[in-house]
């Protein structure tokens, strides 16, 4: 990839792809997630993804607890003990059946709720991926659909890529050490298909599609849940011009990125490469200026 920072309208272009396919993507719309973990059941079995352990962790339903080298989808479960206060309306339809936000009659007293937060967390398949940036042997490339994919037959286990995600996605397996992420189906994007988890997807909480179009639709979708009285609701790694030039699988969320377990300003580490070079090289040339300096003032006369 030539660009390393800032918004880019095509990164598969950028790659050096000269197809007309548009960039696809996941909008992930966290308001309709009932939690079921069809999407991770359909991943572990499209992509033959191992068997991660069925302990629960002692925080919720989570059995998964983030994305790992062989968990590719993650549905979070937040218990969230929300106070809500006074509220001026009933219940907020949240436009599926049978799923409503609660609410309050006017002059009603505060008291304590209780509240399901459900979200299935993916890769982001970033604009500017830093995995992708700092990989040493080629394992990662830009796919010409705009998304990132890891090729295990050349990855020799360095991680680089597991610290240069602001993430916190891609990992390794320990058995071999190589590392492994989702591949937004790749193989099946190549045969006109959507990704498994989408297909799975009971309630089109995970949506599939051109990224133009799926970001035009979280708008409205954004717009239709402010209309409904939640105002909390918000988009997540929508904007081309946030810390990774935006997100190719981004979310609608109703509270805050840390809620999710999220990074609320993510940042590609490639984005101050140039900066830091430049800083470098400038101690490089005062020290190079001193030190002939110093050798010039000890010359014999």
């Known amino acids: 990839m030539d660009s390393l920072w800032g918004p880019l309208a095509d990164p598969a272009a950028d790659a050096g792809y000269r197809g007309d396919r548009p960039r696809v993507g996941f909008f992930t719309d966290t308001s309709i997630c009932i939690g079921c973990k069809a999407c991770e059941v359909a991943c572990k079995e499209w992509n033959d993804v191992p068997e991660d352990g069925l302990n629960l962790l002692g925080m919720s339903f989570d059995n998964t607890g983030a994305l790992g080298a062989s968990t590719w989808r993650h549905v979070a479960f937040v218990e969230q003990d929300r106070r809500l206060g006074q509220q001026d309306a009933g219940p907020v339809d949240l436009g599926l059946p049978g799923f409503e936000l609660p609410g309050r009659t006017p002059g009603e007293h505060p008291r304590s709720e209780f509240r399901w937060l459900m979200a299935s967390d993916v890769c982001k398949h970033c604009t500017h991926a830093g995995c992708l940036d700092v990989c040493p042997t080629g394992a990662l490339f830009r796919t010409e659909f705009g998304t990132v994919v890891v090729q295990q037959d050349i990855c020799n286990g360095c991680g680089y890529c597991v610290s240069g995600c602001p993430y916190g996605v891609i990992d390794r397996r320990p058995d071999d050490g190589r590392a492994w992420k989702c ?109 002939v300096s110093v050798f010039l003032g000890r010359r014999p006369r």
């Open 183 to 291: 591949t937004l189906c790749y193989d099946r994007l190549r045969g006109d298909l959507e990704p498994a988890c989408a297909k799975a997807c009971p309630t089109k909480s995970i949506q599939f599609g051109p990224l133009d179009e799926l970001r035009e639709r979280a708008a409205q979708r954004l717009d239709e849940l402010h209309d409904a009285g939640v105002p909390e609701a918000r988009l997540y790694g929508h904007d081309p011009a946030d810390g990774v030039g935006g997100d190719g699988a981004f979310f609608l969320l109703l509270d805050e990125p840390e809620v999710y377990g999220l990074p609320p300003d993510p940042v590609v580490p490639t984005r101050d490469l140039v900066s830091t070079w430049k800083s470098a090289g400038a101690a490089a040339a005062a020290l190079l200026a001193v030190s």
